[in-house]
């Protein structure tokens, strides 16, 4: 069975009534509930907070948000945003409590810098790992997201995203992303190997140790402590300016960002005689 993502970008996929299926479903308002919970639980809020919400949707997970007690830290304040102007349609029908934004992630996150105190999102990123068009790529969505995601939360903030990769190499491509933008990554897993597994990838800013986090959870996987040290390693690993190495690591970067760049082949760095 195909995965919707794999079908058709989101915003063609949740027309009207693929949305409003998806709204009124009693299994996925369950499992939204559950997941919309537990990032809670990670992100340990100890006071009313501003919230971004990537990938809203209908406004599932930001009715939980609002309905957080004072004795729990709450209640908390949200944005939401998304690409589906069906889903967004279907929130305002509810009249839900946060605000709302039609926008697509994987061009950015439109906020002032230092804006959000956290972040959430459920079951959403994993459609940044499908270009959307021949001048796109994954990489690029990926790192326009979190870069945007990165500059948008205050520091010391927290954010956990919920989402469903494809393989092993969708997973790795997320947790690069997210620590090339800056922050400290770890990934937990609930109900490791079985069918009902849900990955939460925990992503602290700036002064926050991932390792605080996450400490004393069972199954986390900390990906990297900050972006220094992979910055570090890939200046040893880049090679001399004009070199070979040096401009194959350039294209890589250029593809990250969404370039179209040349295919490498045996002439790709080589060089030219002199003409006289």
Not at 73 to 95: C, E, F, T, Y
Request: net charge positive; hydrophobic share 35%; glycine share 12%.
């Amino acid at each position: 069975m195909s995965r919707p993502e794999e079908i058709l970008p989101a915003d063609l996929f949740y027309n009207d009534a693929e949305s409003r299926k998806y709204t009124t479903s009693s299994r996925i308002q369950a499992v939204q509930v559950e997941m919309t919970n537990r990032a809670l639980s990670l992100l340990n809020l100890s006071s009313p907070s501003l919230i971004l919400d990537v990938g809203c949707g209908s406004g599932l997970s930001g009715e939980i948000l609002s309905s957080v007690t004072s004795t729990d830290g709450g209640p908390h304040i949200w944005v939401g945003m998304d690409i589906s102007a069906s889903m967004l349609d279907v929130a305002l029908q509810r009249d839900v409590e946060g605000d709302l934004l039609l926008a697509d992630i994987g061009q950015g996150v439109p906020f002032r810098a230092g804006t959000f105190d956290a972040a959430i999102s459920i079951s959403a990123i994993q459609w940044l790992c499908n270009a959307e068009s021949s001048d796109t790529s994954p990489q690029g969505r990926l790192s326009r997201f979190f870069g945007g995601l990165y500059a948008s939360m205050k520091r010391g903030g927290r954010a956990v995203c919920q989402f469903y990769p494809k393989n092993e190499a969708q997973r790795d491509m997320v947790s690069a992303a997210a620590i090339k933008a800056g922050f400290g990554a770890g990934i937990l897993e609930d109900g490791a190997g079985t069918k009902n597994a849900k990955l939460f990838l925990v992503l602290s800013v700036g002064g926050g140790a991932i390792e605080g986090v996450v400490e004393g959870m069972e199954g986390v996987d900390v990906e990297q402590r900050s972006k220094r040290n992979g910055e570090r390693r890939s200046k040893e690993e880049s090679g001399a300016k004009g070199s070979r190495q040096w401009i194959l690591k350039k294209k890589e970067r250029m593809e990250a960002k969404g370039k179209v760049v040349k295919k490498n082949s045996k002439y790709t760095g080589r060089r030219r005689r002199i003409a006289w």
